[in-house]
């Protein structure tokens, strides 16, 4: 089992900047793939972003590409989504997955799921 613990969320005006973080904890820990998803009210989880095992390649969904910027840690387990220029349509509960996949991930592939964190984007 791995647990994931996301972080960072909060409450932004247009143009700001935020940095999620998430945590991963558990046996093999740093196995996995891991995306950041995002959700909207009346909507499913959409892919955000994705990096793989090593963090040298990262995939981004076209809406956030240039505006985001994803990384990891592995010696602390630890995956970064920095946020930039933030739009109100970035708004949504953002959540943290593990998987074997990577690129354009599909929520089937998704292992682990964090219990996500809220970024709120005033206009």
């Known amino acids: 089992q791995v647990q994931l613990v996301e972080s960072g969320g909060g409450y932004v005006q247009t143009g700001g900047s935020l940095r999620l973080s998430c945590a991963a904890s558990?046996?093999?820990?740093?196995?996995?793939?891991m995306a950041w998803f995002r959700r909207t009210p009346g909507k499913e989880r959409a892919l955000v972003a994705s990096?793989?095992?090593?963090?040298?390649?990262?995939y981004y969904e076209d809406s956030v590409r240039g505006r985001f910027a994803l990384s990891r840690d592995n010696s602390s387990s630890t995956v970064y989504l920095q946020m930039t220029t933030l739009k109100p349509e970035d708004t949504a509960d953002y959540f943290c997955?593990?998987?074997?996949?990577?690129?354009?991930?599909?929520?089937?592939?998704?292992?682990?799921w964090g219990q996500g964190t809220q970024v709120t984007v005033s206009s």
């Open positions: 990096i793989d095992l090593s963090g040298d390649k990262t």
């Open positions: 558990g046996e093999t820990k740093i196995r996995y793939s």
């Open positions: 997955a593990a998987t074997e996949a990577f690129g354009i991930i599909d929520i089937r592939d998704i292992l682990y």
